[in-house]
């Protein structure tokens, strides 16, 4: 479905390689996760995948048609309510439609408020509903659930995880988080720092958000994941 | 609560001009009483009448042109670098040039008539639209704009749902002002090229020494104000809506 081939991005005019020689696929409905320490290019990753940076070398090729993004920050109309701001992206789309999706995530309580009156999670629910009612083929999640409590984040990794598995939808999720990546994903892709190149790339069979990541298998990957960020750094 | 200090201001302002009324003869401060029969004058009379339409007109017009313009030249100097570049030095000069010399240019390319007051008050308005849309576009928060574009939202969608709501604050307080402004350049014009619209009977008081209608003339003025920025910000509401 998502198929990176060798991309390097680099920045200025003293050349500031950002990301070097990155290649990989994101299948139909997998959950891929890209981890990566703070400021490794994670973001300007997603950012060339979804076509907004432009001036790189290599290719990205998308075989199917929408690509949704949740933001780091919601990025919610604040002139509008829930409802408007995920209307806003699919005009085509019914009210039903509107609400089901709004109901999907939870929100549909709230659809008439503005987004002010929201909590954060709230907000980022919103967000979601907003890529999903688009009619994402791929979702693009750029380290949503940063600014939340633990327990608020775990909730809506189970939401990510539960629309993952109702729908064909594949997703392709940036973290820093070695937990939430393992918890997650089907793949874990791990970067090292600047210039971001792929230092592991493995996948999980169990299923999301029911593993046990104090078994002795995730203590092993977390042990593995953090010796390839520290011996790139 | 604004309402109440609203009212406790103009009971200050109506006191003060009482006490001036009984300390001072008429022709310097005329009383409240004489006012209100010169307003009753004005107001009764179909031609006086006229003369406020004729004044309302101009005051429109020249709203409709600075407000166009000033828009127009803001946007593309909000977006665009070189041309804001351009248009600054213009619009320092516009800003700072003095309406009475702008006024005896207009003189001599319209005469006199009311046309001089229209083309100073739009002058007068075009750089606080001008600047207020140009702040406006700078201040739009590029995220947004960029979650438009990556959800594959039209321009038109974009300029409608972001752009236009994102100016909104800066666009309202632009015209609040250039109304004040408007209000007091055509006003003006009409004083010193005009025998026409309210300026014209302002300057006809003042040639018939009657202040009470000066400062009946004067008030009328400010409801005119009123009563634009009122419909304007109900036609805004409904827009919105």
């Given at each position: ?5 060798n ?5 200025g ?8 020689d990155?290649?990989?696929t994101v299948?139909?409905?997998e959950i ?19 076509n ?27 002139w ?23 109901d ?29 009612y688009?009619?994402?083929?791929l ?5 949503p ?8 984040r ?10 993952n ?8 999720y ?5 937990d ?6 089907d793949?874990?892709?791990v970067?090292s720092?600047?210039p ?9 069979l ?21 010796t ?6 | ?21 009984l ?5 310097v ?16 009379s ?28 803001g946007?593309c ?7 804001r ?9 516009l ?13 001599m ?28 576009i ?14 594959k ?5 974009i ?5 236009l ?11 609040k ?16 090229t005009?025998?026409t619209?309210?300026g ?5 008081a ?6 009470e ?8 003025t400010?409801?005119?104000f ?13 827009g919105?809506?």
């Amino acid at each position: 479905m998502l198929i990176v081939k060798n991309l390097q991005k680099t920045y200025g005019e003293q050349s500031l390689v950002a990301i070097k020689d990155i290649s990989f696929t994101v299948h139909e409905n997998e959950i891929v996760m890209i981890l990566g320490p703070s400021g490794c290019g994670k973001s300007t990753l997603l950012n060339i995948i979804s076509n907004n940076i432009e001036g790189y070398a290599g290719s990205v090729e998308f075989t199917k048609k929408r690509l949704g993004y949740v933001f780091q920050e919601d990025r919610l109309l604040p002139w509008k309510t829930v409802k408007q701001n995920v209307q806003l992206v699919n005009m085509e789309g019914s009210d039903e439609q509107v609400n089901k999706v709004l109901d999907d995530v939870d929100i549909l309580p709230f659809k008439d408020y503005f987004p002010e009156n929201l909590s954060g999670g709230m907000r980022q629910r919103c967000s979601i509903a907003r890529a999903l009612y688009y009619g994402s083929d791929l979702l693009l999640l750029d380290e949503p659930f940063k600014s939340l409590d633990h327990s608020l984040r775990n909730e809506m990794l189970k939401l990510v995880a539960k629309i993952n598995k109702e729908t064909t939808l594949s997703i392709l999720y940036v973290t820093h988080d070695i937990d939430e990546a393992l918890m997650l994903a089907d793949r874990v892709i791990v970067l090292s720092k600047r210039p971001a190149v792929v230092a592991d790339d493995f996948r999980i069979l169990e299923q999301p958000m029911e593993r046990n990541l104090e078994s002795e298998r995730f203590i092993g990957l977390k042990k593995r994941i953090v010796t390839h960020l520290e011996e790139n750094t | 609560m604004t309402q109440k200090y609203n009212l406790i201001s103009f009971g200050i302002m109506m006191t003060v001009w009482w006490i001036g009324s009984l300390i001072f003869p008429p022709l310097v401060v005329p009383s409240i009483k004489m006012v209100g029969i010169s307003m009753m004058r004005i107001l009764s009379s179909a031609s006086l009448r006229f003369q406020i339409i004729l004044t309302l007109e101009r005051l429109l017009i020249s709203l409709f042109f600075g407000n166009c313009f000033g828009f127009l030249i803001g946007y593309c100097a909000g977006v665009n670098v070189t041309f804001r570049k351009l248009v600054k030095p213009m619009i320092a000069l516009l800003q700072v040039t003095p309406p009475v010399a702008l006024l005896i240019i207009a003189i001599m390319w319209f005469g006199f008539n009311g046309k001089p007051a229209i083309v100073i008050a739009v002058f007068a308005i075009l750089p606080t639209i001008e600047i207020s849309v140009q702040e406006g576009i700078l201040h739009i928060n590029p995220q947004l704009i960029q979650m438009g574009k990556t959800f594959k939202l039209s321009r038109e969608l974009i300029f409608k749902n972001i752009v236009l709501p994102s100016l909104a604050p800066h666009i309202a307080s632009g015209w609040k002002i250039s109304l004040g402004i408007a209000c007091k350049t055509v006003v003006m014009g009409e004083v010193l090229t005009t025998s026409t619209g309210i300026g014209g009977n302002i300057s006809d008081a003042r040639l018939n020494l009657e202040p009470e209608s000066v400062i009946a003339w004067t008030i009328i003025t400010i409801i005119l104000f009123y009563c634009i920025d009122l419909f304007v910000k109900k036609l805004l509401k409904k827009g919105v809506n």
